[in-house]
């Protein structure tokens, strides 16, 4: 079997022309959003500084043989299409180069990739760049609900188009009754994510994935008051992590959604602010311009699911076992998975549905923490992910990986991801 999609673990694994590499996957730091070094940053700043990046991870590649950049973002005015491009060309890309933007919700940033390597799998293209971005601090207001709507959704007869628009924090809710994930599982589960990202933090262990961010910082006090002048920082680790979280911590804190309810802000995913970008082309047009040695994985099939809007969370238990199928896969054959935590009522969920919870426990599932420490800055999460689970299959000595997530409205995504 040949293309760039194939089925069973060792075709997979088989070197093939028309594989869709990776080159480099790189991010910013993710910072916590209204609060972080990065809350005064534009996000097509923070795509600009990761493009930059790329490029200079990449010399031996002119910049002008990268035919079009997909990115991936939820919240900016207009899509983010025109600063975004406006951003690519300032960070050196030339004009000749496309550009577009992609809204997939949460799964913003692997649907930009995906895309690209549809692009790329296709012959449209051969070489391309797809990533994310996104400022929760400067466009989070609406809290990602629609404030014009056709009126007739909002009282429409189908419970599923209204549910479109539930918080997401009581889709949270939801799982967590209907499958019965208590209070203490999330807590324990959301102090692990930080005591993860904390040992990894501290072992150097981001240090390959992530690219400093030059910008400004306007210091406030608890009142959102000026303190002091405006600062240029240099940006280099993400700051929503808790080293010292504690289950002791974790139970004071308040139902953030529901009363009565189990998801507190301690064990929900962190409003932040991020962007990362991946390169991406054909096999063979990486042998013909001598970057073989460049090629740090490829890309190996993606798939989307959909369920009901109110459980959207429940999204990774869905997409997961199709895209196994459709790739001919077992569970045990995936070394290792990155599973956004969205909640961790719904990770923990996915993780008992799926068969993982040993997994979990052997460091194969989320090693580094996931977006309960390090954040979920939407459109970028996708991006931030991949970034992370390349340089951890080479760390561990693991070839194949897969990154899911849930989506709001109802949907799952996940993609499977090759180490060379």
Not at 175 to 192: H, K
Request: proline residues 5%; neutral net charge; charged residues 20%.
């Amino acid at each position: 079997m040949s293309g760039p999609v194939r089925r069973g673990l060792k075709e997979i694994l088989r070197k093939d022309p028309s594989d869709i590499v990776i080159l480099s996957s790189l991010r910013t730091p993710i910072t916590r959003a209204y609060k972080g070094h990065l809350k005064d940053a534009y996000p097509e700043e923070l795509l600009a500084t990761v493009l930059r990046a790329t490029i200079a991870a990449n010399p031996n590649l002119d910049p002008a043989l990268i035919t079009d950049v997909g990115i991936g973002v939820v919240l900016s005015e207009l899509g983010g299409s025109k600063a975004g491009r406006m951003a690519m060309n300032h960070a050196g890309i030339p004009t000749t180069t496309s550009f577009y933007t992609v809204n997939r919700a949460c799964s913003s940033g692997l649907s930009a990739i995906t895309n690209v390597a549809h692009q790329i799998a296709t012959g449209m293209m051969d070489v391309g760049i797809g990533g994310g971005m996104e400022s929760m601090t400067r466009n989070y207001g609406s809290r990602a609900i629609p404030t014009v709507l056709w009126p007739e959704l909002k009282d429409s007869e189908v419970k599923d188009a209204r549910d479109c628009i539930m918080p997401m924090g009581l889709t949270s809710e939801n799982v967590a009754e209907r499958y019965g994930v208590s209070r203490a599982d999330q807590d324990a589960f959301a102090v692990m994510s930080h005591q993860r990202a904390a040992k990894a933090q501290a072992g150097g262990l981001f240090d390959k994935e992530i690219v400093p961010v030059k910008t400004k910082f306007q210091e406030v006090d608890k009142k959102g008051e000026k303190v002091g002048e405006v600062q240029d920082v240099t940006v280099t680790k993400d700051d929503g992590i808790r080293p010292n979280a504690s289950l002791d911590g974790m139970a004071k804190l308040k139902p953030a959604f529901k009363e009565n309810g189990t998801s507190t802000a301690g064990n929900s995913s962190q409003i932040s602010d991020g962007a990362g970008a991946t390169l991406l082309m054909r096999r063979s047009t990486a042998n013909e311009l001598g970057l073989t040695s460049s090629i740090i994985g490829k890309w190996a099939g993606t798939q989307v699911a959909g369920c009901r809007p109110d459980e959207m969370g429940i999204g990774p238990a869905v997409a997961i076992p199709k895209l196994l199928e459709m790739t001919g896969l077992k569970i045990e054959d995936v070394g290792l998975w990155e599973i956004n935590e969205a909640f961790a009522s719904q990770a923990i969920y996915c993780l008992r549905q799926l068969g993982l919870e040993k997994t979990l426990e052997e460091g194969r599932v989320n090693p580094k923490g996931g977006a309960i420490a390090l954040g979920h800055p939407l459109g970028a999460t996708g991006a931030r992910m991949l970034a992370g689970l390349l340089p951890e299959m080479e760390r561990q000595g693991l070839q194949t990986g897969v990154i899911s997530m849930c989506i709001g409205t109802g949907m799952g995504m996940a993609g499977l991801f090759v180490r060379e």
